[in-house]
């Protein structure tokens, strides 16, 4: 049979198109071929999970590669070496990861910074190969709150609570205390710090010092020994000899007055340093008084001043100068003031609060010095050969004592060419004596981190309250970040 030219030529146009189909599916095939394990480990919206996917027994890492993640806090860094330290919440373990240009930082909102924003005490959320401990992303975690910069605060930690403003929250064995990167004990929290508070739900997992404390002390005060010192707006003490006063870091007016001398100073206070204030050039005038006129409600209220009962029928002579005033009277609540005297002649009307609460009726009978019991003391056995200090009054040498006086109070602890540490402690009312041994203070450019954490230890009841009492009306409203 003959051939069709016209149907070869169609057989022939055939045979040429299927070979440009062929050529083409080999293309994309090879293409496709160059990487078969691409994207494995990485995880993508439109992917399926890794138990959906075929389970071939071999894995391809790349930079996106991870095969763990959790919530941890940041909890140290070392750039030299390139290695971030997080601590896991469920096992309250540490470990350790290593950094390097793949790894890929983000903020809260999943928008890329860089690792110098994450700061020690940070709550993240981190995915990482763990087979090469090594870092893939790290996020300051969505779950977290922050409250920042809270000066109105109050730390139990008999309760393990943390009340700031209404709310209140969980302290936790993971819980981590912060001042300048350094761990810290909670004890040495003070009253007089402004903090910052992290956590996830109702636990608080950081709580960082933003603005410490310093120590201020007064050198030729000689003649003011018994007299008053106001510092700014923070403290109103009576002066007495070698006392050593922890006082918020900042820059203040001092006012010193004694018998209607004294005068103003101006003093610096930085974090964790001590200050000396040389108050011998200060006037000191012959003694000047004023006589006062007390106006009491109710009339039958009791008035102490300085410590003293005083008749309020009457004018009372007064030197010049800062005075402590207290009233009291049965069914009512309490009223401590000072009062500053510097004229002739004067009035002041003292209204006492009725149906006062158990709480303040059993803080009036404790404020009393003949209710506390001088049979029991409270004992700081270490580090020895420190100069320690109550409330900022000298106490002695440790080991030492001082008499139990239930309720709270700062000890500080002072050593030549060594760091000066603070810690609030609750001191309870249990007919017994107290001890506390306190961890070694930390010399000058020693180097270390650490103030030797946990290493503190009570006998009876260790535990303390931190009232953070700022002037500011601020009650934990801080910025979440």
């Known amino acids: 049979m003959g051939v069709n030219v016209k149907d070869k030529r169609r057989e022939s146009k055939k045979y040429k198109i299927r070979t440009v189909f062929l050529g083409a599916a080999l293309i994309l095939s090879l293409t496709a071929c160059e990487n078969p394990f691409a994207g494995i480990g990485e995880s993508r919206p439109d992917e399926p999970s890794s138990e959906e996917r075929a389970d071939t027994g071999f894995i391809v890492t790349g930079p996106n590669s991870y095969d763990s993640a959790d919530t941890s806090i940041l909890v140290g ?6 290695t971030a330290t997080f601590l896991n919440l469920e096992l309250g373990r540490n470990y350790t990861l290593s950094i390097d240009g793949t790894t890929r930082f983000y903020d809260k909102y999943r928008e890329s910074i860089s690792f110098d924003q994450v700061e020690i005490g940070d709550i993240v959320d981190v995915t990482f190969l763990k087979s090469k401990k090594h870092l893939t992303t790290l996020q300051l975690s969505p779950d977290a709150w922050v409250y920042e910069d809270v000066e109105k605060y109050e730390i139990n ?13 969980k302290l936790t064995s993971n819980t981590q205390y912060l001042s300048e990167n350094r761990s810290m004990d909670s004890m040495e929290l003070n009253a007089a710090d402004v903090l910052s508070f992290q956590g996830i739900d109702s636990q608080i997992l950081t709580v960082r010092v933003e603005k410490g404390h310093g120590y201020l002390r007064l050198t030729n005060d000689e003649n003011f020994v018994g007299g008053w010192i106001e510092i700014g707006q923070t403290q109103i003490r009576r002066i007495t000899q070698d ?3 922890p006082v918020p870091e900042g820059s203040y007016q001092v006012n010193i ?10 003093v610096t206070i930085n974090r964790n340093e001590e200050t000396t204030l040389d ?12 006589m006062v006129l007390f106006s009491l409600d109710p009339a039958s209220a009791e008035l102490y001043i300085d410590g003293e009962k005083t008749d309020p029928s009457g004018p009372v002579e007064l030197l010049y100068g800062i005075h402590q005033l207290i009233a009291r009277a049965e069914g009512y609540q309490s009223v401590t003031q000072y009062i500053r005297v510097a004229q002739e002649s004067g009035g002041i009307n003292v209204v006492l609060d009725a149906n006062a609460s158990e ?8 404020s009393s010095a ?4 001088e049979h029991y003391r409270v004992y ?9 200090y109550l409330d900022g009054n000298y106490v002695g040498i440790a080991p030492c004592s001082f008499r139990k006086a239930p309720g709270a109070h700062v000890v500080t602890l002072r050593k030549n060419y060594c760091e000066t540490r603070s810690y609030t402690v609750q001191i309870d009312d249990e007919e017994k004596d107290l001890s506390y041994s306190f961890a070694d203070l930390v010399p000058y450019n020693s180097g270390s981190t650490t103030s030797g954490n946990g290493s503190s230890t009570t006998s009876g009841n260790g535990s303390s309250t931190v009232s953070g009492n700022g002037s500011s009306t601020t009650s934990g409203n801080g910025s979440t970040r």
């Open 380 to 388: 700081v056995n270490a580090p020895e050969g420190a100069e320690v």
């Open 243 to 245: 006392m050593l006063l």
């Open 359 to 366: 709480d303040d009726k059993e803080s009036s009978a404790t």
């Open 279 to 290: 108050i011998g050039d200060l006037e000191i005038p012959e003694p000047q008084y004023g």
């Open 370 to 373: 003949d209710t506390v019991s």
């Open 157 to 169: 930690t008999v309760r393990g609570e943390v009340s700031i403003g209404s709310e209140v929250y």
């Open 77 to 82: 860094r070392d750039d030299e070496k390139g």
């Open 257 to 266: 007055s004694n018998k209607g001398g004294g005068g103003i100073k101006n």
